[in-house]
Nanobody, 121 residues
């Protein structure tokens, strides 16, 4: 069963950058999807970026498009999220997720424990 472990969170000033990593092991959905999610107090876990492992297609939430980049290494055992031009509203706990591809969407079913990102002014 897939195991996901995020790292790389921390505190940064607005306008700065961070790169999150997620170690992926035992992924039974090796041709499925990996993604990044953000959760803030009182809100649900929102998908902000995803990558299709079979063809490399990526997708982003509107509020991170052009600032964040999702990628994985060649062996698909590490998932990254490069976050540039960070805003205060990007603060939250970031989770990586995994799941199978379904017709027209990714069905995320497993998440890691998360890593905290705090952006200050």
């Amino acid at each position: 069963q897939v195991r996901l472990a995020e790292s790389g969170g921390g505190s940064v000033q607005a306008g700065g950058s961070l790169r999150l990593s997620c170690a992926v092991s035992g992924n039974q959905w090796s041709d499925g999807c990996l993604g990044w999610f953000r959760q803030t107090p009182g809100t649900g876990r929102d998908q902000i970026a995803r990558i299709n492992l079979s063809n490399g297609d990526t997708g982003y939430a509107d509020d991170v498009q052009g600032r964040f980049t999702i990628a994985h290494d060649n062996d698909k055992v590490t998932l990254y999220l490069q976050m540039n031009s960070l805003k205060i509203e990007d603060s939250g706990k970031y989770y990586c997720g995994a799941g199978p591809r379904m017709p027209g969407f990714c069905s995320f079913r497993r998440w890691g424990q998360g890593t905290q990102v705090t952006v200050s002014s």
